[in-house]
């Protein structure tokens, strides 16, 4: 994971009253909803800058929330048991190991999450493996936002 700065970049200056890093940490604050928004406000829309951390944001949001998902379904069906017999029955260190595990996931994220909102902030752009690279594409493909 590296960082790059966005000044090489092309980008369109956005008429706004806000200034444009706080708008690109903006596009994280509430995860995929907020780079939804920036995807569908005219005047952000129109930034490729803003538009790769909303684009960023969601991939991003999403990712985490299956990943959390598949992690609490596991946690659930291990503490899960059925009476009288000994399908899904786990000991308490197997539960223990499972949610210590979901939390270092959780607090990966979380501070994942943060460090994209900090780099969007400082203009950098932080590159996770897969997803700035979706992002980016995605973010030329659609250049005047989602419509």
Known sequence: ????????????????????????????????????????????????????????????????????????????????????TEIGTASTGSIFLISTVHFAISLIGFLAWLRLMLAAYNRERFNLPVLSDMAARLADTYPGGVM
């Open 1 to 84: 994971m590296t960082t790059q700065s966005f000044d090489q970049m092309e980008t369109t200056q956005t008429s706004s009253v806000v200034p444009k890093n706080l708008l690109c940490a903006l596009t994280y604050l509430l995860g995929g909803l907020s780079g939804f928004l920036a995807l569908h406000l005219k005047p952000y829309a129109e930034d490729r800058e803003i538009r790769y951390h909303a684009w960023l944001s969601i991939l991003f949001s999403g990712v985490w929330f299956i990943g959390s998902f598949f992690v609490n379904l596991f946690v659930g069906s291990l503490s899960y048991s059925i009476p009288g």
